[in-house]
């Protein structure tokens, strides 16, 4: 893991109050796993979902714009389309902390929205999970070995892909 990414990493969950983009009414995605996470570990935590507006007890915003509180980072786990219309409202907003997950497969990975990011001076964090840094289990804590043994846990190695 390089300085950079582990710096990005230790500023974003120095934030307390996380807009979660990308909540889903299916209730087993992503997003809302990482939702409970920085619920139990003491954050406060904004559902953002562009289509409903409450999911099991859970308030849904359909933006950022909407959230009634000030955000001061964003977890992106939307399709790739999705995140670069969040980084947008990010830059809009002045949010300067934004994680899009990647841990297997293409995830929130969008090549647009990290380059709208760096360009508006956003600490991006490309790749990964938060999971992997919040306390992990065993699964998320293998996960980060196994990608900082093989050299992923980089900003500029993320930014390649």
């Known amino acids: 893991m390089d300085a950079k990414f582990k710096q990005r990493v230790t500023n974003f969950l ?3 109050n996380i807009a979660i983009a990308g909540y889903s009414s299916e209730g087993a995605e ?4 990482l939702y409970e996470k920085f619920e139990k570990n003491g954050y406060k935590v904004f559902a953002v979902n562009v289509k409903a507006n409450e999911v099991k007890d859970v308030t849904c915003y359909p933006d950022l714009k909407s959230i009634p509180e000030a955000v001061e980072a ?3 786990s939307t399709p790739p389309k999705g995140t670069l219309e969040i980084m947008q ?3 809009e907003m002045g ?8 841990s297997m497969g293409e995830g929130s ?3 647009e929205a990290i380059q709208l990011a760096e360009e508006n001076d956003i600490e991006v964090i490309p790749m990964a999970c938060p999971m992997m840094f919040l306390k992990p289990d065993g699964f998320h ?6 990608m900082n043994i093989s050299g992923k846990l980089k900003i500029k190695e993320a930014q390649k892909n």
């Open 109 to 111: 990975f969008n090549k």
């Open 141 to 146: 804590s293998f996960f980060k070995f196994i």
């Open 74 to 76: 964003v977890m992106i």
């Open 95 to 102: 949010i300067k902390h934004v994680w899009i997950h990647k």
């Open 30 to 33: 992503v997003a809302n796993h």
């Open 89 to 91: 409202q990010c830059i």
């Open 14 to 16: 120095a934030k307390k």
